[in-house]
């Protein structure tokens, strides 16, 4: 579908930008991805999200639409053409939402405890919530799934989207923490979940390769060292 009109301000590492690109590719929508520096920020971002100056940013025509599950949400309303992204029966789209929220607000932000934990030893107990999160979710699967390919759905949906951004830094943890996460005898319908998501035509080409967001990991640790270097030269 060409869309001249749609631009999605952004960077290819993000998880939170992949879901917006993912939303699109299911639409088959057109849109013109326009590369942020999250360091120095453009003008354009800082007039279309002066609130969080974050990205992503979608642009719908002069129409600036910022969080990108406001976006997803916003491009399954607008953009009827192709199946909905969200669940047509309000108890399941709540409950797709309620998952959501958990992903966002208490699994992922694992990943950054055990990136800036300061002590070794208390990374392993942060690798186990992560893996007891990704053990929830297999129940989740599993009980909302009624033998489906994706959660509860033929077809990628809302909660599949949220939770399969993700992906790409879940194997950086594996790689990183030497661990597997996604594994047979914990969570096999996840684990086949994943190798089914990623092998869709709407989402084998958005998700970054682990190499490059390792790299990304590097120059943020990098720079996390620099400025408490800085700091405790200013404060000491």
Known sequence: MATSDVK???????????RVQVALNLKSIDYELIEENVIAKSELLLKSNPVHKKIPVFIHGSKPICESVVIVQYIDEVFTNGSSIFPSDPYERATAR???????????????????????????????????????????FGKGGKGKAFFGRDSIGYLDIVLGCYLGWLWVLEITAEVK???????????????????NDAVKDVLPEPAKLIEILRICKAREIVAAAAANKVYS
């Open 8 to 18: 999605l301000l952004g960077a290819a590492p993000s998880p939170y930008v992949n």
């Open 98 to 140: 309620f998952w959501a929220a958990y992903i966002d607000n208490k699994w992922f932000p694992l990943f950054r405890e055990l990136w800036t934990a300061r002590e070794e030893a208390a990374r392993p107990a942060v690798v186990d919530k992560i893996v007891e999160g990704l053990v929830l979710l297999e129940e989740v």
């Open 181 to 199: 996460l996604l594994i047979e005898t914990k969570t096999p319908e996840l684990l086949a979940w994943a190798e089914r998501f990623c092998a």
